[in-house]
């Protein structure tokens, strides 16, 4: 089993490298989700409530980034400087003129930190701005994720589609599994609200103009406990005190993570929804593409703009190897390399890197020997070359047709 693992790895961080005599790195676009955060303050209001035991000490407050998150950020950026040096986009120690690097990020703490963190790891003599529309602890509409047009006919038609994925979705092995690491049933929200289980109950969809899609529900209260499980099995040394003293194997952890990230399967990646709510950040991306000068862009959101993103743009449905967050990992970047073939055309790279579980908990330093991991990933309809590259115009073509959906989308739906 270690040896396929390791060519796995092997062949997804090497996957650069085989191209590398016949094409010349022009640009790099990353999206990111923010790194390490404790459980941001909606939340934390009610975690509390939902076991007897206590939680880990967050070292930061309510959704800011914690400082093994800044840290692990940095390790990042780092990675990424000595793999673009390497691939001769970048100097060592380099100072880019105006216009070739670009970094922008979402108005709250952990975005605004991420950046920054990524940035003093990536160029550390450079002293980048970090682009934000506000002050911190406002959220910017591009990353909002927010229904920019509603009405009935719309909703109706998100409502069935989101129905559809929760119908298609059993929980139930993952809820048990969270209500004994949890102990649920002695917990105060419990004995509170009379509950033995949080399995089943009413769920309801919310649909607002320029609000997040959301549900209300025991899926939405369970969803507050595995996601801060998720962060403190990430920060805590000892992954049995993670789990309250339970020994859970590593599949176990994935059937609880499993309920974070099959919450915004459902709500975000519905073809209505995810239109709907990645309209602004498909057009951010594509723009970033097209800029001559731009060697590299850092544009940091969250997981909740990963997942629509990737939707609208049809990626093939995937599982990220070597990680218990097989969508979305914590600091998961989405990145599009720009390449320059020797045939004088363009031609896109497109993959998800991130660090694995265990280099997260180990807080291990990523080189080029010792690669975070890259995850090569497809959108459905288009054909790739031999060497796994997308012709740049045909990627540029899926954005805008992505971003034109949302226009069809509306005509559709405020038509009489």
């Known amino acids: 089993m270690r040896i396929l693992i390791l060519l796995a ?17 022009e640009s790099v676009v990353v999206f990111s989700r923010h790194n390490l955060r404790a459980p941001t303050r909606t939340r934390s209001e009610i975690i509390n409530q939902l076991t007897p035991h206590s939680w880990f000490k967050w070292t930061a407050k309510g959704g800011e980034l914690s400082i093994k998150g800044g840290e692990l950020e940095t390790i990042m950026g780092q ?23 670009y970094f922008y990020s979402n108005s709250y703490q952990r975005t605004i930190a991420t950046a920054q963190f990524f940035s003093s790891g990536f160029l550390p003599v450079a ?17 909002k994720g927010a229904l920019t047009f509603t009405n009935e006919k719309f909703n109706a038609l998100a409502t069935e589609q989101i129905n559809a994925a929760l ?29 033995t289980t949080l399995v089943g109950g009413d769920t309801e969809i919310i649909l607002k ?15 507050g406990a595995a996601d801060a499980l998720l962060l403190q099995y990430y920060e805590m040394e000892n992954v049995n005190k993670a ?3 339970k020994k859970i194997s590593f599949n176990d952890w994935k059937k609880i993570v499993d309920i974070v990230q099959g919450y915004h399967e459902i709500l975000l990646t519905s073809p209505a929804v995810a239109v709907n709510v ?26 909740s703009n990963i997942t629509p ?32 073939g020797e045939d004088g055309n363009e031609y896109a790279k497109l993959s998800l890197i991130y660090a694995s579980s265990e280099q997260i908990r180990n807080k291990t330093t990523l080189t080029l020997d010792n690669p975070p991991v890259i995850f090569p990933i497809r959108l459905n309809g288009l054909q790739q070359n031999s060497d796994g590259l997308y012709k740049l115009e045909d990627v540029q073509q899926r954005f805008d047709d992505a971003y034109n959906a949302y226009y069809d989308l509306q005509a559709e739906n405020l038509a009489a």
């Open 9 to 25: 790895v092997f062949l997804f961080t090497n996957f650069a490298t085989v191209q590398a005599a016949s094409y010349q790195l």
């Open 79 to 101: 990675y990424f400087r000595q793999w673009l040096t390497k691939e001769n986009l970048i100097p060592e120690n380099y100072i880019p003129a105006e216009g070739e690097v």
């Open 127 to 143: 002293n980048v701005k970090i682009e934000r529309q506000f002050a911190p602890s406002r959220h910017d509409d591009n990353f």
């Open 167 to 195: 119908n298609a979705t059993d929980f139930t092995e993952s809820f048990k599994l969270l209500e004994k690491v949890i102990d649920f049933k002695n917990s105060e929200y419990a004995k509170k609200n009379n509950l």
């Open 209 to 223: 103009l320029n609000k997040s899609v959301g549900l209300k529900g025991n899926l939405d209260t369970a969803v």
């Open 243 to 245: 789990s309250f003293g």
């Open 278 to 303: 990645s309209h602004p950040l498909l057009k951010i991306l594509n723009d970033e593409l097209s800029l001559e000068n731009r060697k590299f862009s850092f544009i940091c959101g969250h997981d």
């Open 309 to 340: 993103l990737l939707a609208a743009l049809g990626v093939e449905k995937y599982s990220l190897p070597q990680t218990i967050e097989t969508k979305t990992p914590i600091g998961v970047k989405f990145v599009i390399e720009k390449y320059l």
